[in-house]
T-cell receptor, first 109, second 117 residues
């Protein structure tokens, strides 16, 4: 069965510092991975997906199949990045998302 | 386009009762998925409907059921409510075509907050 693990429930950094949110997965097939974000009082929304290989709001994530990781990175954190971040995996047989436990990121001024 | 809408936004029920939650997907989206969000278990997949058929189901008891109508609107029903069913129930829609794997973005609604007393 697929599983997504986010080892840090809480992460606090200062504005301008680099930030890395960790995500590890286990899946027997070839996974497709996503990062979703939930800002305060807003609905869950897609931040970026592995297949697009794009940078959104300065965030990037690289799929490392050897380490089964999909860490989210940003070189210079901003206060508006404070939010709950979820790593998610989609199985190749359908559209079922398996989420990690989430990491609450706080960027301090 | 209008986003995914869910009604009601808040609901309070007592143990043993049943509840029906509604979800209207983005216009043109035929895939609707339901998730349960709790502090202890996080986000867990309940089921997905596509063209009025359940395409995928999570590991929830039979008390949790759903359906989809011809206009793609979906409802989920929970019977014989338990205290542990208190959660935020999220609905998501996507433009999945129902053929093969779907990497289409899922758009989430604001959720229905269910409290079971």
């Amino acid at each position: 069965a697929q599983r997504v693990t986010q080892p840090e429930k809480l992460l606090s950094v200062f504005k301008g510092a680099p930030v890395e949110l960790k995500c590890n997965y286990s899946y027997s097939g070839s996974p497709e991975l996503f990062w979703y974000v939930q800002y305060s009082r807003q609905r869950l929304q897609l931040l970026l997906r592995h297949i697009s290989r794009e940078s959104i709001k300065g965030f990037t994530a690289d799929l490392n199949k050897g380490e089964t990781s999909f860490h989210l990175k940003k070189p210079f954190a901003q206060e508006e990045d404070s939010a709950m971040y979820y790593c998610a995996l989609i199985e190749t047989s359908g559209s079922r998302l398996t989420f990690g436990e989430g990491t609450q990121l706080t960027v301090n001024p | 386009k209008a986003g995914v809408t869910q009604t009601p936004r808040y609901l309070i029920k007592t143990r043993g009762q049943q509840v029906t939650l509604s979800c209207s997907p983005i216009s043109g989206h035929r895939s609707v998925s339901w998730y349960q969000q709790t502090p202890g278990q996080g986000l867990q997949f309940l089921f997905e409907y596509f063209s009025e058929t359940q395409r995928n189901k999570g590991n929830f008891p039979g008390r949790f059921s759903g359906r989809q109508f011809s206009n793609s609107r979906s409802e989920m029903n929970v019977s014989t409510l338990e205290l542990g069913d208190s959660a935020l129930y999220l609905c998501a829609s996507s433009s999945s075509t129902g053929q093969g794997p779907s990497y289409n973005e899922q758009f989430f609604g604001p959720g229905t907050r269910l409290t079971v007393l």
